[in-house]
């Protein structure tokens, strides 16, 4: 089961819940159960935010595959420089 | 209706040129767009970064606040005359070339022929500079990849080396 | 996927060779974005608006058409207008009808220098006269110039479309605040109640500018068939590709992007600015036309780093350790929304564990140039707030500022303010590195104080492409697509010799262009090294399996039997017959054809960078002029590939670091124009003004990465304006927070105290 961190400003989107337990295989099929759990949810979550998979951030994760006890957060996208 | 364009003969790297330009076309101009040395570079047009940086007689100027039409019967040296000729054919590079690349004193290298222009100035009236002078000896030139260290460390080793070669009599 | 290396020595990586295209770059050979000339060529300029704020009720281009000389007019109607949408190039996704209008305004103006329109003529002179027969009628309307008035909800609004985004319920009236975020975590409230010590702030920065010395440049080049060709100074030609075609109507596959030598970018290039306008003016004139920006137009008109507001409360128990933190950031967008608020909002902490925290990040909207990435976007500012009030709680608990940070420090697994869990970070190697450093313990003279500050960067991944082609004398072709912008050239040939094991000198390096480089995201995000190098990594293995199996087949053995050692295939077993690079290269094509190794990737596995910074400050009593007297930069690299390149961007990173403290800001009059668009008076660092800038390199190998690379270009701009802060807080007592600290500031915060102690003393 992956445990996901739902952002602050969704979790009313997802009945107040800070954290969901989802079993799915990559990201995409983790929005999916997402939105099948809560409509709009897993739309507002592919939208505009980045993803950490394990610590590790993934701009555009689409297919990243999920591990039994992965750690998923969403985050804002970040612009770098240099 | 545009002015009637001039004429101009100098001497560029230590060859006779002629040129033609606009009453109000700069040295820098001239040398980019009518003498097709593009490795003088403008970053700013006003005087404020170096990076047109060329010898007009020996001296130190800013390329963009000189106007193309008072070359005539001068000698500029540019980045592309820097390095020494060998065998009357293609130039090898010279000493400050060389401690430039060494140093890794250039990172993207819109600044360096600015730079390398300055320092070859500096080190022609003072051939044993403090790193003070060094400074001070191109704070005309804005370079914004480096933070300046490893160019003053290219430029004290080129000083040393000059030095050396002088005193030794050459190869 | 990349397989990581077992810890070793390495026998070229590490080593400081000559980049492979130094020549060309000492002796003016190197082409940057305004050195290309095309037969034919049209000079391009383009009309900008005098007003911060106003409608465009009117463009009348006729007379300009109509004057002898001009082949091309184009204003912002000409094109199409994309709908509301993202997409197109990496990191942070691109709203493409912002992205159109401020290229080529449509209804409305939004700062002063916003393009308008744009020509093309036989010279340079017609193109500016042509500028002036351009009659535009605006509606001027009150500009909102600061982040006050963006924050009021009666400002006038610039975008009628623009609703706060993050505010439940979806607010019903419009906005200059274009996003609210959010960031959590416990039980702040309890945490000041526990807390021994409570500081706060609030710190204030002003625009600067990515200070590039080239400024923006292309030459577009229409072909018969519809095509379009487009050389410029980018951080990001596939990204222009994108843009371009975008912005123009064409499908990607049209349009070629051959990127120029770069003359710096920091963040600056990785947007378009002249580049759709020169390639719609080509378009319609039919010819090539070149378009480069003046360095007054740089200054207004690119993408400058947000000016910045951010309040901050930090508790802490006896021990140092921090339990609470509560924080407001406030970024000037600019014309357009996003600003790197919320990276600075993650970033303000990163670099410790913290219990309990609630940050508040806004991106507001003014009628002002739109920002862009500056190296670490959105961290400096947040580290100037956080860093500076950690020295005042330390000076609050007794504690030592080091010794507090490293009570507080992130470790392995430690989790981040902005979510997820560390994994291997070399945070504590760089602190205690500076503890022991002899510049933590030397003596300070008369008027001098000693500051330290930290920093972090995520660095980024993303994708690159690479491929490395055998070359029918045994020298080496490999080819990237990511601009060369700090000789990243050296790199990656270090690394390509690494697994073929022979000399950097048989591989040329390539930067080419959108048709014959693969796919690769931008030169940015500290990714080059990281990215592009595993990409040149796995095409190097790619191309040493195929050597193997290529002599296998030759020597009529197991490919298992052959491992490549020393340039050259070797038998396995110690005996047998050796085939050298040259060889299998020399008889390539008779033996099953050409050898080539190719990798296009998503890397994983981004480390992020630390750093650890002491400064020594002197401070002028009589002027509050500051002098950076000493300066040491700590820097977990990961591994350095090239050590002088590693340093050479710690380096320039700090400098620039030191612009932002001490001198550099826009300075904007009533009216939204700016006061300083010249390098005279946005005065950056000149070799007089620093000291040579001491570097040591901590490498925590990043385990994910094949040669263990983290990326190192950004973090070294995050600590220098707190670490100066901090510096002049102990030369003077006095705290600043309003940066730059420039002799005015820093004179009248000593006069008003002096006066103060006076006042008290009568």
């Keep these: 089961m992956a445990s996901v961190v739902i952002p602050r400003a969704l979790r009313g989107r997802a009945g107040g819940a800070e954290r969901l337990d989802v079993d799915a295989r990559d990201v995409r099929a983790l929005l999916a159960e997402l939105e099948r759990r809560f409509p709009g949810l897993g739309e507002a979550l592919a939208r505009d935010t980045a993803v950490a998979i394990d610590g590790e951030i993934h701009p555009d994760p689409l297919l990243e595959p999920l591990e039994p006890e992965s750690e998923v957060h969403f985050l804002p996208r970040v612009a770098g420089g240099r | ?171 | 996927m990349s397989e990581p290396s077992e810890p070793r020595a390495f026998k070229w990586v590490g080593q400081r060779i000559v980049r492979p295209d130094g020549a060309d770059k000492v002796t003016g050979r190197a082409a940057f974005g305004a050195d290309r000339r095309l037969p034919g060529m049209l000079h391009g300029r383009v009309l900008r608006s005098p007003h911060a704020h106003a409608r465009i009720l009117r463009i009348d281009a006729s007379a300009a058409r109509a004057l002898p000389g001009v082949k091309a007019v184009v204003v912002g109607a000409d094109l199409p207008l994309p709908r509301r949408e993202s997409g197109g190039g990496g990191e942070s996704p691109v709203d493409y009808r912002d992205l159109a209008e401020n290229v080529l305004a449509r209804d409305k103006v939004l700062y002063v220098g916003h393009a308008v329109a744009a020509v093309a003529a036989t010279s340079a002179r017609t193109a500016e006269q042509a500028l002036r027969r351009i009659a535009v009628a605006y509606e001027p309307l009150p500009p909102v110039l600061d982040l006050e008035r963006g924050l009021d909800p009666d400002a006038p609004v610039l975008h009628d479309h623009l609703f706060t985004h993050g505010v439940e319920p979806r607010p019903t009236r419009p906005s200059n605040v274009a996003k609210r975020t959010l960031l959590e975590r416990g039980d702040v409230e309890a945490g000041f109640a526990a807390a021994d010590a409570v500081v706060e702030g609030e710190f204030r920065t002003e625009t600067v500018h990515q200070g590039y010395i080239e400024p923006h440049a292309a030459v577009a080049e229409p072909a018969q068939d519809g095509h379009l060709t487009v050389w410029c100074c980018t951080q990001g030609p596939f990204m222009v590709r994108a843009h371009v075609a975008k912005l123009l109507g064409l499908p990607i596959g049209h349009v070629k992007v051959i990127p120029s030598e770069i003359g710096g970018g920091f963040g600056g290039k990785t947007t378009v600015y002249v580049e759709p306008i020169a390639a719609a003016l080509a378009q319609r004139a039919g010819r090539p036309v070149r378009l480069v920006m003046s360095r007054e137009d740089v200054f207004r008109a690119s993408g400058p780093a947000p000016a910045s507001r951010i309040r901050l409360r930090v508790g802490a128990r006896r021990d140092g350790r921090i339990v609470a933190v509560d924080a407001s950031l406030a970024y000037e967008a600019g014309a357009f929304p996003g600003s790197p608020v919320e990276a600075g909002a993650m970033c303000l902490l990163a670099p410790y564990d913290v219990e309990a925290f609630r940050i508040e990040a806004l991106d507001v909207c003014v009628n002002k140039a739109k920002t862009t990435a500056y190296r670490a976007p959105g961290a400096p500012m947040a580290a100037f707030a956080a860093e500076s009030l950690l020295d005042e709680l330390a000076a609050k608990l007794g504690l030592d500022p080091l010794e507090l940070r490293l009570r507080n420090a992130a470790k392995k697994d430690t989790r981040a303010a902005y979510g997820p869990r560390y994994r291997e970070i070399g945070f504590l190697e760089t602190l205690e590195a500076a503890r022991a450093h002899p510049h933590w313990s030397a003596p300070l003279g008369a008027n001098e104080g000693r500051g330290v500050a930290c920093g972090f960067w995520f660095n980024g991944g993303q994708s690159s492409s690479a491929s490395v082609a055998l070359n029918e004398d045994g020298t080496l072709s490999l080819v990237a697509g990511t601009p060369d912008i700090g000789g990243s050239r050296a790199s990656l040939a270090l690394m390509c010799a690494e697994e073929l094991d022979v000399d950097p000198a048989r591989i040329r390096p390539v930067i080419a262009d959108t048709e014959t480089a693969g796919y690769s995201d931008m030169t940015g995000g500290s990714r080059v090294t990281f990215a592009t190098g595993m990409a040149v990594i796995e095409a190097t293995r790619a191309l040493v399996r195929q050597l193997r199996e290529r002599a296998a087949k030759l020597l009529d053995v197991p490919v298992d039997e052959v491992v490549w050692k020393e340039g050259a295939a070797q038998p396995a077993g110690g005996t047998g017959r050796i085939l050298a690079l040259e060889e299998l290269a020399r008889d390539a094509l008779r033996t099953g054809g050409p050898l080539v190794g190719q990798a296009s990737l998503t890397a994983r596995g981004v480390g992020p960078a630390f750093a650890t910074h002491l400064v020594d400050v002197s401070v002028d009593p009589d002027t509050g002029k500051v002098d950076v007297v000493r300066y040491t930069a700590i820097q977990d690299a990961g591994k350095a590939i090239h050590p002088s390149y590693v340093e050479g961007q710690m380096q320039g990173g700090v400098v620039q670091g030191i612009g932002w403290a001490l001198n550099e800001e826009y300075v904007f009059d009533a009216k939204g124009q700016l006061a300083n668009p010249g390098f005279l008076d946005y005065r950056m660092p000149v070799a007089l003004d620093v000291p040579m800038i001491d570097t040591v390199i901590v490498e925590v190998p990043n385990p994910r990465h094949p040669h263990g690379v983290r990326g190192v270009g950004e973090v070294p701009i995050v600590p220098p304006i707190a670490a100066i802060a901090n510096a002049i807080h102990a030369a003077t007592g006095l705290r600043l927070r309003h940066a730059p600290f420039s002799p005015p500031r820093v004179l009248e915060a000593l006069l008003t105290r002096t006066s103060g102690l006076a006042r008290a003393a009568r």
Excluded at chain 2, 127 to 140: C, F, K, N
Excluded at chain 2, 142 to 149: A, P, S, V
């Design chain 2, 1 to 171: 209706m545009s002015a009637r364009r001039l004429a101009v003969e100098a001497r560029v790297n230590g060859d006779p040129v002629e040129f033609l330009c606009d009453p109000e076309q700069t040295l820098l101009e001239a040398l980019r767009d009518e003498l097709g040395l593009t490795g003088t570079k403008e970053g700013c047009g006003t005087g404020d970064c170096g990076a047109c940086s060329v010898l007009l007689d020996g001296a130190l100027v800013c390329s963009c606040l000189v106007l193309a039409a008072e070359a005539e019967g001068r000698e500029v040296r540019t980045v592309e005359g820097l390095a020494p000729r060998e065998n009357g054919g293609d130039r090898s590079l010279g000493v400050l070339q060389r401690k430039f690349l060494e140093h890794a004193a250039l990172q993207c290298g819109i600044c360096t022929p600015g730079f390398l222009v300055a320092a070859d100035a500096l080190l022609a009236r003072n051939a044993d500079p403090s790193e003070s002078e060094v400074r001070y000896g191109i704070s005309g030139n804005l370079c914004r990849c480096t933070g300046y260290d490893k160019i003053v460390r290219a430029v004290l080793d080129a000083a040393v080396e000059l030095r050396r070669a002088k005193a030794g009599g050459g190869a």
